[in-house]
């Protein structure tokens, strides 16, 4: 004989907890959403600087190593440098200095850097289409020292810079006035101009 009854639990959730965790789930997804967003935006922009200046870096050891000048360009569907930044950039040796990679004349393409995302800006000047390693490492050619600006579209106060000296040394920005957004060198605020 069974002294005990069988008592049944039940194993779920009433429709009254089931609104209030819905509602409390939403009231957090409100609230995170837009840090969000701007943590993935400066991740991204974080990523693309480190990538550039890793690629700059590369370029200028390239030049020092091979005792040859090494060019930095988005190339064009005809392998010739344009100032369109936001494009892949190539890294390779211009052997007869014309601006564009000639792999039929024995021109070396030693690295690339994919496209950025199509809304953000990288800007290297509006109208510099290279950048030219010479083989001391110093740049050489009329544009060649400046600042590559990243802009993300939303978020412009999370904008970041690299600045290419004349002695080809690479200086990335910083926040020098403890405001929140990046300054060159100079300390001035970064600031892409519309193109």
Known sequence: MDCF?????????????LMISIS???ILTAIAYPNLNAFLSQMRVDNEISVLHRLLFSARNAAINNALPVTICPLNDQNQCTTQWQNEISVFFDL?????YDPINNEILLRTKSAIKSDDKLQYGLWRSRIIYAPTGRTSGWGSNGTFKYCPKDYPEKSRA???????????SSDIDQDGK??????SEINCRAE
């Open 24 to 26: 409390i789930l939403s």
């Open 96 to 100: 007869n200095n014309n601006n564009t």
């Open 182 to 187: 990046d300054e060159v060198r100079s300390g």
């Open 5 to 17: 009854p069988r008592r049944y639990f039940y194993s779920g959730f009433t429709l009254i907890e």
């Open 162 to 172: 690299i600045s290419i000296a004349t002695s080809g040394r690479l200086y990335m």
